[in-house]
């Protein structure tokens, strides 16, 4: 499983440096060197401007809760319940393929 992940996290590196890859849609963390499921709940995954993570309305960080089991991911407003945008959606989507990749592994 580990050398699953690692080569997962330099094909990735490789492919965003490349320019082939978003970072958006890794399913990977470079930072933490984890699958992105892992890690979303990080601090360093909150970021105000890309509203990744982020309710512009309530001006918070969203809460996370991954669920390893069943695939599921959410992403929710501590304050209005909300706080969904294009970024966060495309969060959610790579987690829940990076939940898929660690099971393949």
């Not at 890794?26 to 995954?45: D, F, N």
């Not at 319940?81 to 660690?102: F, K, Q, V």
């Given at each position: ?13 490789l492919a965003e ?46 809460g996370v809760v991954v669920d ?38």
């Amino acid at each position: 499983m580990i050398a699953n992940l690692i080569a997962t996290l330099v094909e990735e590196d490789l492919a965003e440096d490349d320019g082939v890859l978003a970072p958006d849609d890794r399913l990977t963390c470079h930072v933490h060197g984890r699958w992105i499921h892992q890690c979303v709940a990080s601090p360093v995954h909150v970021n105000p401007v890309t509203r990744h993570r982020w309710c512009r309305g309530c001006d918070a960080e969203l809460g996370v809760v991954v669920d390893e089991v069943s695939g599921d991911v959410a992403m929710r407003c501590p304050r209005c319940g909300r706080g969904g945008s294009a970024a966060t959606n495309r969060l959610i989507a790579a987690c829940r393929a990076s939940i898929e990749a660690r099971r393949a592994a």
